[in-house]
């Protein structure tokens, strides 16, 4: 194998983007470490006549030890061919491809997964502790994720205004696959598919598209933010939403080709897949099970809606993406599919005229502590009115509301009280979330109790701190708690407070609290 | 008759209380002149061996032309009878009395029914406009209440503060015909039945507890406010919620002789009538059906509940009373009922650490406009926290919270705009109500757009006005309205603006709304 025909994705290269340029620069193959969770690529040379896209098959299996994982290459356009696999586990990896072009067949080489040293790379996030989330190497993950549909195939200054917006405040964004249409002339948007004459080719792909798509979702890793890779939307201009099943099948496993080995990815079936009208309940299942297949690292698979909720107790869903905010329904939720749920749409902070895009930072807020104290998560966006008068629809470019450094500090304080994530009792008087013994973090929300006999356990000491959200003040209240602590409160709405267990209480003598009344 | 037979409560009487010395200075019979909707009142010695609760009947049928309206008399202890009677048409009167006392039967006389001239006497409050009311002389009316449960067997002291808080801002309240514990010592209240060493004598009453209730009732009068007379309850330290059905019985008939000639009286057969445990639904039903046979001015008739909604379609209830705030069910509720809907108790301003009672001003103030644009009304209520740190649960006494006055406002507003009331159309884009074609009310909530293209009729011309619920301002809009008019508004949440027509468009050249998106 030539120097040229393999590429390494290491912390080094991730560093400098992925562009086609990059492909000459890397090691040889016999000397290649790539981290774990990095992204290792084989480049080959390979037909460029016909249909590649369709004639062309292309497979590799990597072997380490006695485990041997098959993954699927692409095309990439102008006679090269690639194939992309993300070590999960540290030793010495070879492979050997498989294709039905003799050129691009039977090629072997190796390399050595090393632990890894980028910063931020803990490995994709999976679900832990059956409502919950954690990177792949046990590192605490809980999703405070925003929205950015156009992120992908925004213009550079728009992207590079979103990075800054988000990574100081979130760790996860939406973005589709599939472009929406932007508001310029549509004809002239770059597109995945070749297009003439207002007439879509559905059997090839434009690959600077894909190449664009990458080096932004290296940019969101970079940014240590999770991808939720939309793959189907409504929001559509160019015919995309009603292609024929072969094409939608053709687009997706090409899609699941180029970018499951990008760690931070999440599969998003659809966004609003109810208002894809051209397609029926089956349509999605089949989506769910080829993504499934596919993907040889399971990342997470969740599909959103806008009127009904998608059934997400089949086997095929690892979490619920919301559009809702009817949070007193979550512990039901939790119940009826044992898994994480996160209302991905809760509406929007903004000033727009659609009554899905006009809340105050303050609501948002809200929203996101409702979510937390349910055992569940939330995700942000933001839509205003531009200078011009036009709506910018939760695509990307610079955050403008007020509720992003009120979200971080709730995820700060998330990271700083769990490692697995807040619980909510069953029918709870004030609402709260923690571990039973351990934790309790109450949200007031529109009420303001003067005072509260909180019903802590007689077998702990407890330290308690008053939370403003909005302000972003912790305030600690004097003195250890144990069995049932009357607290004077701040008498304004939106408050919190926390109990953190600081010693075991070997000799209760402090009053046990009663059972809560449900008046 | 002797002229001491004879009280006139008209409204000179009034004026001075029903007290039993007023009893003797009525005007000769001959010339009594009551006015329409006034109280007259005959007084009759009896006999006061036995049980005159139980065995003496007495009643009174009262002519005009060609009506008679027939009315139960009520024993008032120490010898003295009384029948109350509140005419509602103009006219010379005549009556003959019934009993089975010989003393108390064939009683005639006559008086002259006159148009009212006491200020705020428009007669009783009816259901107008399928889910409306009115007053029985056409003046509109539009509940605007509170919670007062106490009001009637409180101190003076507390029932003056109560009234002095009342009177600017409502103009109806809830109050309880049997006594709640007041948190003293509950052998020492005054009391419905005679009580001795813990045991009640279910077979008689307290005069004087009924009296006391009755002042009250007519300083409510005085007020301009309704009195939604609460006639079963579970808030009872002496036995009154579990009482035998005869029992039950008795005390319904006996309230319903003594207190439905007042004209302010409206029946709510219960408080959170599934909170009496001991009753079942055809006590409620039964208690329904006696009121309203009993009662011969057909007062208004309700019960309010905690938990699950009494069956209101049922033909004896007049309109909805409920305990709920979810306002975004009132037009179903509305189609299912075809009768007003009162949310009467939306939770309850305050500070103290039951969840129902903790609400802001802010908060209260929303579910009033809520209820409002749904096209239903509200009640407020208010519970805090007492110097000595014991909660004043919406009994009586000082007002002391922020919305009263914000209510007050809303109420005025109301009245300024319609006379019938506000209906909203079905399933609007944001939350308005009015008349179509003449008024449109619309309430944000939680919605700030910095903008809007309100759909208007193109065939007429408004005028607008944006209102700060809160801070009570009103601020015209320049200009007039008509089809699709966008207006800029003031990006806060909580904000309303009303456009109320002001003349015909006979050539509409502005540009037809189109129907709303229901995004």
């Known amino acids: 194998m030539h120097r040229r025909d393999l590429l390494k994705l290491g912390a080094a290269t991730l560093a400098t983007g992925l562009t086609p340029a990059l492909a000459t620069t890397a090691p040889e193959p016999s000397s290649a470490n790539v981290e774990q969770w990095g992204l ?35 095309y990439d356009g102008e006679g090269t061919y690639r194939i992309r696999f993300m070590p999960d586990a540290l ?13 691009l067949a039977n090629k072997t080489g190796a390399f050595t997964c090393t632990a890894p040293t980028t910063p931020g790379n803990h490995g994709p996030v999976i679900v832990r502790h059956e409502f919950h989330f954690q990177h792949a190497d046990g590192t605490p993950y809980f999703p405070f994720g925003t929205t950015t549909y156009a992120y992908f195939f925004t213009s550079d200054d728009n992207a590079r205004a979103s990075i ?58 970079r940014a240590n933010i999770q991808a939720d890779v939309i793959l189907f939307h409504p929001y ?83 979490h619920a993406s919301l559009q809702r ?30 009554r899905w895009g006009n809340l105050s930072g303050e609501e948002m807020l809200r929203r996101f502590w409702l979510a937390i104290v349910n ?55 004030y609402l709260n979330a923690g571990t039973p013994g351990q934790l309790y973090l109450y949200y007031f929300d529109y009420h303001r109790p003067s005072r509260y006999d909180f019903p802590l356990p007689t077998t702990a000491n407890f330290r308690a701190t008053l939370i403003d959200p909005w302000n972003m003040t912790t305030t600690p ?3 250890t708690h144990s069995g049932k602590s009357r607290i004077t409160l701040p008498n304004k709405p939106y408050q919190a407070i926390v109990f953190e267990k600081i010693s075991d209480n070997h000799n209760p003598h402090t009053e046990a609290a009663k059972p809560e009344v449900l008046d």
């Open 40 to 74: 290792f690529e084989i480049a080959l040379p390979g037909p460029s006549t016909g249909n590649p896209y369709q004639e062309v098959s292309l497979t590799a299996s990597f072997t380490l030890e006695h485990r041997t994982v098959q993954v699927t290459g692409f």
């Open 91 to 103: 030793g010495h990896w070879t492979y050997t491809t498989a294709s039905s072009a003799p050129q």
């Open 164 to 221: 800054e917006g988000l990574k100081p405040h979130f760790n996860k964004t939406r973005a589709c696959v599939l472009p929406k249409p932007l508001g310029g002339d549509k004809e002239k948007q770059i597109l995945p598919f070749p297009r003439a004459n207002g007439t879509n080719d559905l059997t090839r792909f434009n690959p600077a598209y894909f190449q664009l798509l990458e080096k932004r979702l290296l940019e969101l890793q």
């Open 236 to 318: 559509d201009a160019w015919g995309y939403k009603s292609m024929p099943a072969e094409a939608d099948d053709f687009y997706l496993r090409y899609a699941i080709a180029r970018l499951s080995a990008f760690r931070n990815v999440w599969w998003s079936i659809a966004n609003e897949y109810d208002l894809v009208k051209s397609k029926t309940m089956s349509d999605w299942d089949r989506f769910f099970r080829i993504t499934a297949a596919e993907d040889p690292y399971s990342h997470l698979r969740s599909i959103h809606h806008s009127g009904p909720i998608y059934d997400n107790t089949k086997p095929w869903v690892t």
């Open 325 to 354: 905010y009817d949070f007193e329904n979550t512990a039901e939720r939790r119940l009826a599919w044992r898994k994480p749920i996160i209302y991905d749409e809760m509406q929007y902070e903004g000033d727009i005229d659609r």
């Open 375 to 429: 055992g569940a998560y939330g995700s942000h966006g933001e839509v205003f009115f531009s200078a011009t008068g036009e709506a910018s629809s939760a695509d990307a470019g610079q955050l403008r509301g007020d509720s992003p450094s009120r979200i971080a500090f709730l995820h700060a304080l998330v990271e700083k009280l769990t490692t697995t994530g807040l619980n909510a009792p069953e029918s709870p008087y």
């Open 477 to 479: 209240v004097p003195g």
